[in-house]
């Protein structure tokens, strides 16, 4: 059912342009709509950049945000996917006691498993990074949560997607 | 020597000149043929100011009373002629002050440039004097908005701002400019906008489209039109009349929509919406095919969501994506410009009378008549209405004048009675119902249209909101004509209150002043009507006048307006009493 909440990840093509994030966050405020992670980079064109935006709505109302999106001069293409689409990564970094390094053994597996990796340690205190999918990243927070945890944050999704976007192709249509 | 830098030389003095930031600012706005702007001066935008003053003999910068009001007169000025309307303004409280007109145009796709002055760029962000974020204020109600900090980005800004403000679904842009920018000396050259590439003002027409929506037209039964500005906007009146008449479809429009066909055309059925007639109203839950073109299903024109049209097949012919499926879902949307859409379609369809299906929309005006229209026109009770001061002015005028009405219950009734004999007569703050827009709009539309009669119709309470335009029509000498129709009080929520809320009437009865005496304050021309026998004279005078004229007509305190939709309630469910 297309009024059935589920995550969408939306991809945004935009000119670089500083005002064009408060547009767009604007679009979902008005409208009650939490962003659940937002994420903006340069994308694979030259001076383009791309917002990548994880909401969790109906596929109903994110057609008519998608709308309400690409109305915005400086947005070029506006695209939503459902999981099945992408290929995507978050990212997480733990800061912990160096402490724990000797005390409790099964950190180390812990990291092993779970394909993270230590970035740094020093005397007091050492840095575990971890990319992956949502779910590993909960995974690893519990798990190393009961050691406890002197920092933890974690990026926005990224996000490619299986299919072509043929957002370049349209750009050299513009172009003539 | 060399003859490639002699060339080049040779280029640069006669495309560019050394200029500084706020000359540039005119200049661009000579080259958009810009021929009249309205505002009000102050720190941040003196410089421009400046030049306004050198250059006054080639643009005409009129000082409104209050920025809200050079808003509306900008909003008035394109509304009437479709071109841009300009409003400048300082920073801080200056710019603020656009924000309701800023507001008004983007929700009623008014094409309109702003200018605001800023503080100097290395003052950004340390709360200076007058510094407001207005790039930041204005983004939800701009179409575009900009801040620019180099005077040799204000060519490219500008140019930007004009072809955004008219292209596709017009709206309001915002350039915002620093002091230090206009003070800043550059090499000035100036190129009009063609486009931006990241912009698709107009999408491209899909013929299959237009083939399918001719398709369920020409099987329809019952079919029905209802047009929005969208056709006046795009300038599709002939082939939108054309279309009309070919295919012999009742057609009805929403209040921006009005005048794009004649109200006397016999395909015109009348008004949709809240106070809308009572026949396009209730047949919009019986029509087969409904046919939207140029409009959005605005919440006052649909009712409730759940049982609008929902027996009919609904094409949609919009310019704008967004709008498809956004309140209505369509069976078939024919995305594109209004006057290349009706065009295609106009060939595709066959010729039709449908005798049936328009005697229903007679028989149900013929109730509407009797149960309301009546009653407004003709009253046999004492007091005067509102609709009969139209009557009076359709009469006199012979609807050819441009009606700029306020926002209420005379606002209802004007755009229910006014007689539009042509198309942009209807000028009115649909989408935000801006109470205060009437007066100063109408100075604009009156600058744009000096050919044109221009009446303005406010209540006694949105007058007050911007009455101190009076002072822009004595200086300017605008020959506006103002009606005021008083009933002491803000009629349209006395209405509700007496509907909706036992006749509590919580602050809407209004103590009012002598607003004939007022408007000679500012040498106008003024008189009040309080009987039924005084107002064709009245009319006439006010109409014979070659100046501005103030009209006051005392009309009924509690008239109410029918029909009426109450709010949630289902078009077909519409009040007659
Ligand atoms: C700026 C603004 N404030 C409040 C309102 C709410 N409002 C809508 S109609 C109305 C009453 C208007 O009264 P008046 O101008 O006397 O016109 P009437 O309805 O009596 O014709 C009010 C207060 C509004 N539309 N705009």
């Known amino acids: 059912m297309s009024t059935e909440k589920q995550l969408f990840t939306v991809s945004i093509y935009t000119e670089n342009n500083i005002g064009l994030l408060n547009r767009i966050s604007a679009i979902f405020q008005r409208r009650h709509i939490n962003i659940e992670s937002l994420n903006t980079s340069p994308s694979e064109i030259d001076g383009v950049s791309r917002f990548t935006i994880v909401v969790n709505m109906s596929e109903d109302n994110i057609k008519k945000i998608i709308g309400q999106i690409e109305k915005q001069v400086e947005v070029i293409k506006a695209y939503y996917h459902t999981e099945d689409d992408i290929i995507y990564q978050e990212s997480c970094i733990f800061k912990m006691r160096s402490g724990l390094l000797f005390d409790e053994r099964q950190i180390q597996n812990i990291i092993k498993e779970s394909n993270a990796r230590i970035v740094t340690v020093n005397r007091d205190f050492f840095v575990i990074e971890k990319s992956g999918r949502k779910e590993e990243i909960e995974l690893l927070h519990r798990e190393l949560s009961v050691f406890g945890i002197m920092q933890f944050t974690r990026s926005g999704r990224i996000a490619v997607t299986k299919d072509e976007m043929k957002i370049s192709t349209m750009l050299q249509a513009f172009q003539h | ?577």
């Open chain 2, 1 to 577: 020597m060399d003859t490639k830098t002699i060339k080049k030389e040779a280029i640069n003095t006669q495309t560019t000149e050394r200029i500084s930031g706020s000359e540039a600012v005119v200049r661009c706005l000579l080259e958009e043929g810009v021929k009249v702007l309205y505002g009000y001066p102050g720190g941040a935008i003196m410089p421009v100011y400046d030049e306004l003053y050198k250059f006054q003999d080639k643009i005409h910068h009129v000082l409104a009373r209050h920025e809200q009001g050079a808003t509306h007169a900008a909003q008035g000025y394109a509304r009437i002629s479709g071109e841009v309307g300009v409003a400048i303004a300082t920073s801080g409280p200056g710019a603020t002050n656009l924000i309701t007109g800023i507001a008004d145009a983007q929700i009623d796709s008014t094409p309109m440039v702003c200018i605001t002055g800023q503080v100097s760029s290395h003052l950004l962000g340390s709360d200076a004097f007058q510094e407001t974020d207005i790039v930041g204020i204005s983004t939800p109600v701009t179409k575009w908005n900009c801040q620019v900090t180099k005077a040799s980005q204000i060519p490219e800004a500008m140019a930007k701002a004009f072809y955004i403000a008219k292209s596709g679904r017009p709206g309001p842009v915002l350039v915002d400019i620093t002091k230090d920018a206009q003070f800043e000396e550059f090499d000035f050259k100036y190129e009009k906008c063609k486009g931006v590439r990241s912009y698709n003002p107009i999408p491209k027409l899909d013929p299959t489209s237009v083939a399918a929506a001719a398709k369920l037209i020409n099987a329809a039964k019952k079919p029905m039109i209802v047009w929005g500005q969208g056709v006046s906007l795009g300038q599709a009146e002939a082939q939108f009349k054309a279309v009309v008449e070919k295919a012999g479809i009742p057609s009805a429009w929403t209040i921006l929509g009005a005048g794009a066909i004649p109200t006397s055309h016999p395909l015109n059925i009348g008004m949709v919406g809240m106070h809308g007639n009572y026949a396009p109203n209730v047949l919009t839950n019986d029509c087969d095919v409904l046919i939207a073109i140029g409009m959005r299903f605005d919440d006052r024109v649909t009712g409730s969501l759940s049982t609008y049209a929902k027996q009919a097949k609904v094409i949609h012919f919009e310019i704008d994506p967004a709008e498809i499926d956004k309140n209505v879902k369509t069976d078939v949307a024919v995305l594109g410009d209004a006057k290349e859409s009706l065009a295609a379609l106009l060939p595709l369809l066959e010729e039709k009378t449908h005798p049936e299906w328009h005697q229903k929309f007679k028989d149900l005006y013929a109730i509407e008549y009797e149960k309301v229209i009546k009653d407004d026109l003709h009253p046999t009770k004492e007091g005067l209405t509102m609709a009969e001061v139209l009557k009076e002015i359709n009469i006199q005028t012979k609807g050819d004048a441009a009606i700029v009405s306020d926002v209420g219950q005379h606002q209802m009734i004007a755009c229910r009675y006014a007689n539009f004999n042509k198309t942009r007569s209807n000028i009115t703050s649909g989408g935000l119902g801006t109470m205060g827009f009437g007066l100063p709009a109408a100075i604009g539309a009156k600058m744009a249209a000096p050919d044109r009669e221009v009446i303005s119709i406010s209540g006694d309470g949105g007058y007050q909101m911007t009455i101190q335009e009076l002072g822009t029509i004595f200086q300017q000498k605008v020959p506006v004509k103002i009606v005021v129709l008083n009933n002491e009080f803000l009629g349209m929520v006395r209405q509700w209150q007496q509907l909706f809320f036992e006749k509590r009437y919580a602050s809407t009865e209004m103590t009012n002043p002598d607003f004939v005496a007022i408007a000679k304050g500012y040498s106008i021309e003024a008189q009040k009507v309080t009987k039924r026998e005084e107002l064709k004279d009245a009319v006439a005078k006010m109409i014979n006048t070659d100046g501005p004229y103030f009209l006051e007509v005392c009309v009924e305190k509690e008239g109410n307006v029918f029909p009426m939709i109450p709010t949630g309630a289902s078009v077909s469910e519409v009040r007659l009493e």
